[in-house]
């Protein structure tokens, strides 16, 4: 690290599935000691499919990790759309929903785990409760037993919901702008037979899939609907899925197969699909990254390159200005900014026409010939940051 850096070293970061390593992964390499406190009491394994595109995987290249992250590609083809009684209608080619390369999200976290867990502290099971910043540094408390410790810097790479940005920006309702749709997702057995594709089913407002997942051995389907603002417990997950089972009991095709094995599912996610807007991303000593600060939500395809782009050039200028935590979030933030603008713009059409009806197969193939003009035509410029590149 430069020598006439203001002493800021020590860096905690809230959050530890996507954005949340990959900084920490830079953050060690350019001499910052970063610590990570997750929430959830383990690594969470599997999860829904998440893609990569454009200047993401020149980051998992730097990294080091793109070869093994290739290697674990759903390398999906196209699939199948369907009507109520499974006839299928139109084929949705691969390139709009599996992106450059496609994971499960659990998967990309354990790569980036295994790549950090040597060099940075993990604190699993346990989440900020406060935060006090004064001149030099900022006072944090958590919630399950962890001592209260000082650290120079906080980041919050706590998603959607982040608890960073409640305590140092303000409630989240200030922040999140819902998309007008609710996901739930969960885990199942590869029942129909399917080789690394998928069926899709939709009626009005309504969509139903399953794709297959690790090398066809498992499947993971998923319910969307369209909705304004509901009322329910974010960690009541049988209350979430009574929502779904009211929302698609009358429905054809697989949905009552697949209602069925949502009960009995190991792993289940829901949330609202959500943008996070805010006029900055840093407060004092806290800034925010990933979903945190700029969430573009889930149909912009986006979410996961975003945080991994982000992730790089935090750290980067953090080193690059000699740790000046002023200086360096707000070149960060002038370089991001653009690129979540757009993303969020791609997310928002991506939720206007998700629930298009029964779309033909001519608007299907020209969605697909432009998936690749809507990946940024002006790429986000990466920067060497390394110390022998500095040097
Ligand atoms: C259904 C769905 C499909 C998606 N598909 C795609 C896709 O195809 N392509 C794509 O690019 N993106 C996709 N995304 C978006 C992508 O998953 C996110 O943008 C990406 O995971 C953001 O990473 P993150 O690390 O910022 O946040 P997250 O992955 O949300 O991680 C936040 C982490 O913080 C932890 N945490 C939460 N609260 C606390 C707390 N109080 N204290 C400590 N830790 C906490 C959480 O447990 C979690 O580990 C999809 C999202 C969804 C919901």
């Known amino acids: 690290m430069n020598k006439n850096h203001r002493g800021n070293r020590t860096v905690l970061i809230s959050g530890g599935s996507v954005a949340g390593p990959a900084l920490a992964y830079w953050l060690h390499r350019h001499g910052f000691t970063p610590t990570i406190v997750e929430r959830a009491p383990e690594l969470r394994d599997g999860g829904y499919a998440v893609d990569f595109r454009g200047e993401a995987l020149d980051v998992l290249d730097r990294m ?72 030099d540094g900022v006072l944090v408390t958590f919630e399950h037993g962890a001592p209260p410790r000082r650290f120079d810097l906080v980041v919050g790479a706590d998603g959607l919901h982040s608890r960073t940005r409640a305590l140092a920006f303000g409630p989240e309702e200030e922040f999140v702008r819902h998309l007008g749709i609710y996901t739930g997702i969960f885990n199942l057995d590869n029942y129909l037979g399917l080789r690394n594709t998928g069926r899709l089913y939709a009626a009005p407002g309504k969509a139903a899939n399953i794709f297959t997942a690790r090398d066809n051995t498992e499947a993971r389907a998923a319910f969307h609907f369209a909705a304004d603002n509901l009322e329910y417990d974010r960690r009541d997950p049988a209350a979430q899925k009574r929502i779904i089972a009211d929302r698609f009991a009358t429905d054809g095709w697989e949905v009552p197969r697949l209602l069925e094995e949502m009960e009995a599912a190991t792993e289940f996610f ?62 960060y933030e002038h370089q991001m900014r653009p690129y979540v603008a757009e993303h969020q713009a791609l997310g928002r059409e991506g939720a206007e026409r998700f629930f298009m009806p029964a779309p033909t197969q001519e608007i299907l193939d020209t969605l697909a010939a432009n998936a690749p003009e809507n990946v940024r035509t002006e790429p986000v410029r990466l920067r060497d940051y390394t110390p022998s590149a500095a040097a």
Request: some cysteine.
């Open 64 to 135: 080091g990790l793109l070869a093994e992250i290739r290697a674990l590609d759903t390398e999906m083809d196209d699939a199948a759309m369907v009507d109520a009684e499974g006839r299928q209608y139109a084929t949705l080619p691969a390139v709009i929903f599996a992106g450059d390369l496609e994971v499960l999200k659990g998967d990309l976290t354990r790569k980036l785990y295994e790549a950090t867990r040597q060099d940075v502290e993990y604190v699993f099971g346990d989440s900020i409760a406060t935060l006090e910043q004064d001149a």
């Open 270 to 331: 829901f949330d609202s699909n959500a943008q996070v807007e805010m006029d900055t991303w840093s407060a004092g000593r806290v800034v925010l990254l990933g979903d945190a600060g700029y969430c573009a939500g889930p149909t912009s395809g986006r979410g996961t390159s975003q945080a991994l782009i982000g992730a790089y050039l935090l750290a980067g200028e953090l080193a690059a200005r000699g740790g000046d935590h002023t200086a360096a979030f707000a070149a």
